[in-house]
């Protein structure tokens, strides 16, 4: 069990960047007066490793908030951006949905646990968590991306039909990790700690880790190269394997998911 790092954010940001954090946390003190429990960073910031363009990962939790004051939270990050030139990533739970989180020990709230600096509040407590839900909302969320796919598909837009097959891949991945509260940072992370667990191991059949890397590399094109064409040929394959790569999990988490 791992609590959060107390500190300054000062440490691990730049001086713009703790002065934007600093704004919103008096920002949203002022504005949700009683509300605010918690503001913690957590993600490659405060970990040390972010690239200059990195966004800053912002965890708050509010007590009891309406959709009002969740709104607030965007509208002040929007401000920031604007005014400041400062992206702020703020994930916005209310206080009750935050423990049901942490009891489930998803990644997020294990990340939280593990790298998270106290902007102000209380640190987050992970326990052992319950990985077979969390495995089994994960692939939920894949054969979710597989229907969005399949619709997008059949409408003629292959780009994200694409894009939603690889989030497929990689949602039913994190679930297969999730069931070891095994816990990746990244994308990057998720595809090589399954390769490590899964593939290497002998429990996943190897060509999945071709199928997965192609993907990757179609995903990336698709989000991003906007003059980058996509045909039906290639929007169905990435479909097709991603509707086997999820069943592949499924099956292989059959055990732990009837617990």
């Given at each position: 069990m791992t609590e959060i790092k107390a500190g300054a954010p000062i440490e691990v940001l730049k001086p713009e960047e703790a002065q934007a954090v600093e704004e919103f946390k008096e920002r949203l003190l002022a504005a949700l007066p009683g509300q605010v429990r918690d503001i913690i960073l957590f993600g490659s910031k405060a970990r040390g490793d972010g690239h200059p363009e990195s966004d800053i990962d912002?965890?708050?939790?509010?007590?009891?908030?309406?959709?009002?004051?969740?709104?607030?939270?965007?509208?002040?990050?929007?401000?920031?951006?604007?005014?400041?030139?400062?992206?702020?990533?703020?994930?916005?739970?209310?206080?009750?949905?935050?423990?049901?989180?942490?009891?489930?020990?998803?990644?997020?709230?294990r990340n939280v646990a593990e790298e998270g600096i106290i902007i102000m509040g209380e640190a987050i407590v992970?326990?052992?968590?319950?990985?077979?839900?969390?495995?089994r909302g994960f692939l939920d969320s894949a054969r979710e991306r597989l229907r969005s796919a399949a619709l997008l598909l059949n409408s003629g837009l292959y780009r994200d039909s694409v894009s939603r097959a690889y989030y497929a891949f990689l949602d039913a991945a994190d679930g297969a990790l999730a069931s070891r509260r095994i816990t990746p940072k990244s994308h990057a992370g998720t595809i090589s700690l399954f390769?490590?667990?899964?593939?290497?191991?002998?429990?996943?059949?190897?060509k999945?880790?071709?199928?997965?890397?192609?993907i990757?590399?179609?995903?990336?094109?698709?989000?991003?190269?906007?003059?980058?064409?996509?045909?039906?040929?290639?929007?169905?394959?990435?479909?097709?394997?991603?509707?086997?790569?999820?069943?592949?999990?499924?099956?292989?988490?059959l055990p732990l998911l009837e617990e």
């Open positions: 912002l965890l708050v939790v509010l007590e009891n908030p309406t959709k009002e004051q969740t709104d607030t939270v965007c509208d002040i990050t929007f401000d920031i951006l604007l005014d400041r030139g400062v992206e702020l990533s703020a994930i916005t739970y209310s206080r009750e949905e935050a423990m049901r989180k942490r009891e489930l020990g998803t990644p997020l709230m992970v326990g052992e968590g319950k990985p077979q839900e969390v495995a390769g490590l667990h899964f593939i290497k191991a002998g429990l996943v059949d190897g999945y880790s071709t199928w997965f890397k192609k990757y590399k179609a995903r990336l094109d698709a989000d991003y190269k906007r003059d980058r064409v996509f045909t039906e040929e290639e929007a169905r394959e990435a479909l097709e394997q991603a509707t086997g790569f999820v069943e592949t999990v499924e099956k292989l988490l």
